[in-house]
């Protein structure tokens, strides 16, 4: 039965199915060729501190398809997420990262966040090409913060703890990001060794509106405040939202409000401009 099925929408039964197979491979195939060709490239977007003082970024991968235009990394980050392609895009990511680490002083540019997909973090040897790359750079490996997302926890939570913990070794940074979107028990928090909490811009930005997100977002600090994780609010987008956040004990920021994911060179003027500021 499930072999005639699958033959009927192999024959085309289900063309909606197979255009978007095709379509998948396509744009799978134009990614590939993409990191040859040298379309890709990466947006940064501050992260502040309550005195609004910029303690770093993260680094948001951004294609630009010849013919289609910019492409949004929800869709072709989850293409590449299919196969190990994955692997290749986040390695020229982390690349390229590190080598703006190690051009930019710590006092410059204090740290990175790169997003790590579970695929990736699962790959053998992820450490070991981690160690690596920090180590050709010269880069304190404490600049460096990986954002994982729930997901990793996919294979069991033992599984996450030992690779994460390979990691602490390396002597990263760890990020939970997207909280509270994934499988979301707050009893295993605190068994993973993290640094960072990235409460998710969708319960930032009903903060005005709806009591229960506030409620969450309430919960979710007081926790990380008593388990001594810091907390990233993520998607803060006026003023109301920050000050909610700044008053039950959020110190970091990140989000349109403050500034928009930008061009490197963009980015480099504004921290420039810190260094400038605190001298004067
Ligand atoms: P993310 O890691 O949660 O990154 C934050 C996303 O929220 C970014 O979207 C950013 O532009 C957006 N954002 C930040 N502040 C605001 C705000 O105030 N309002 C609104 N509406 N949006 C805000 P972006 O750049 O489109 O990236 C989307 C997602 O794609 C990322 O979500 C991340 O999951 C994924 N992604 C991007 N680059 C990579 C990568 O190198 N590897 C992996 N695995 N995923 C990546
Ligand atoms: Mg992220
Ligand atoms: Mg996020
Ligand atoms: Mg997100």
């Known amino acids: 039965q499930a072999k005639l099925k699958g033959r009927a929408q192999i024959c085309g039964y289900e063309p909606s199915m197979q255009t978007q197979m095709s379509w998948r491979l396509e744009m799978e195939q134009a990614l590939r060729l993409a990191l040859a060709e040298d379309q890709l490239s990466i947006a ?51 690349e390229r990262c590190c080598g703006l680490l190690s051009r ?6 204090p740290r990175l966040s790169v997003n790590i997909s579970v695929r990736h973090f699962t790959q053998p040897g992820f450490v070991e090409g981690l160690t690596w790359v920090t180590g050709t750079h010269g880069i304190d490996p404490a600049r460096l913060v990986v954002e994982l997302t729930e997901s990793i926890m996919i294979d069991g939570l033992e599984d996450a703890v030992e690779r994460m ?10 990020a939970l990001d997207d909280f509270g979107t994934g499988f979301s028990s707050l009893a295993y928090l605190k068994s993973l060794p993290l640094d960072e909490l990235k409460i998710d ?10 009591g229960s ?48 994911p930008m061009p490197l060179e963009d980015f480099e ?7 400038g500021a605190d001298a004067g």
């Open 165 to 174: 913990q390979a990691l602490k070794r390396l002597g990263v940074h760890l």
């Open 44 to 94: 940064f977007q501050p992260q502040l501190d309550e005195g609004g003082r910029i303690i770093g970024g993260e680094a948001l991968m951004r294609w630009q398809h010849p013919r289609h235009g910019w492409v949004s990394p929800e869709v072709f980050i989850a293409i590449a997420e299919e196969s190990d392609l994955i692997v290749e895009l986040e390695t020229w990511m982390l």
């Open 269 to 275: 003027w504004l921290l420039a401009e810190r260094v």
């Open 104 to 109: 930019l002083p710590a006092d410059v540019l």
């Open 201 to 210: 811009r969708s319960f930032v930005s009903n903060l005005d509106a709806d």
């Open 213 to 260: 997100d506030a409620a969450i977002v309430e919960t979710i600090l007081a926790m990380a405040q008593h388990l001594g994780i810091d907390v990233v609010a993520e998607g803060v987008e006026n003023r109301a939202q920050r000050d909610f956040l700044l008053m039950r004990g959020c110190r970091l920021f990140q989000g349109f409000y403050f500034h928009r």
